[in-house]
Every structure is written in C-alpha cells, then in structure tokens.
Nanobody
Framework: QVQLQESGPGLVKPSQTLSLTCTVSGGSITTGYVYWSWIRQPLGKGLEWMGAIAYSGSTVYNPSLKSHTSISRDTSKNLLTLQLSSLTPEDTAVYYC????????????WGQGTQVTVSS
C-alpha cells in the first residue's frame, strides 16, 4: 500500500518561497510509468493541478504556474519537494501530493493534504 505524507510550514509570508515535502512509503518514486503530482485546492474552489515529476525524473508543469513552481525529488529518501516562489494570499490552499498513471489524471493514491496560509 502506497502512502504519501505532505509536510511543511502552515503559515508563510507574502513574497516568500514555500517549500513542501511529500514523503512516500510502500513504493519507490522511481517505479516505472507513474507520475507524482502536486495539486492544491483553495477553500471553496476546485482542485488545481500544479505539476508533476515522472518516475524518470522529468517534470511537467501547469503553464499558469510554471514561472514560480519547481518540483524535485530525493530518490535516496524517497520524497518529493514542491517549491512555490513569490507567494501571494491567492496561494493559500490545501496542498496535496498524489500518484497517478498520468501527469494530470489517473490519481490512485493521495496524501491527506497540508494547509498553507499566505499572510503577513
């Protein structure tokens, strides 16, 4: 059973850079033909796919967020990292990591999510 656990600061200030970690257990992030995505959901709004890193290490991003989003991984620790720069209050959301058979679809395992609030 694959399990994902997000972690990071719950409160960050505008203009700062957010760094979140997703620790994966029960399966390797280098397992073939899967993608590991970051997805967020502002309160009262729908899910927004932010980007993904493939089993190969290649990345793909939502074009609307690409300029200030970076996804990376540490294969020795089996974890993923999301960095989101130039934060604004509009970045306040619950942030999820998920595994999928595609970069933007077929999510079969999700973390529980972590709330991030951007406020001064």
């Amino acid at each position: 059973q694959v399990q994902l656990q997000e972690s990071g600061p719950g409160l960050v200030k505008p203009s700062q850079t957010l760094s979140l970690t997703c620790t994966v257990s029960g399966g390797s992030i280098t397992t073939g033909y899967v993608y590991w995505s970051w997805i967020r959901q502002p309160l009262g709004k729908g899910l927004e796919w932010m980007g993904a890193i493939a089993y190969s290490g290649s990345t793909v991003y939502n074009p609307s967020l690409k300029s200030h989003t970076s996804i990376s991984r540490d294969t020795s620790k089996n974890l993923l990292t999301l960095q989101l720069s130039s934060l604004t209050p509009e970045d306040t959301a619950v942030y999820y990591c998920a595994r999928g058979i595609g970069a933007q679809y077929g999510m079969d395992y999700w973390g529980q999510g972590t709330q991030v609030t951007v406020s001064s």
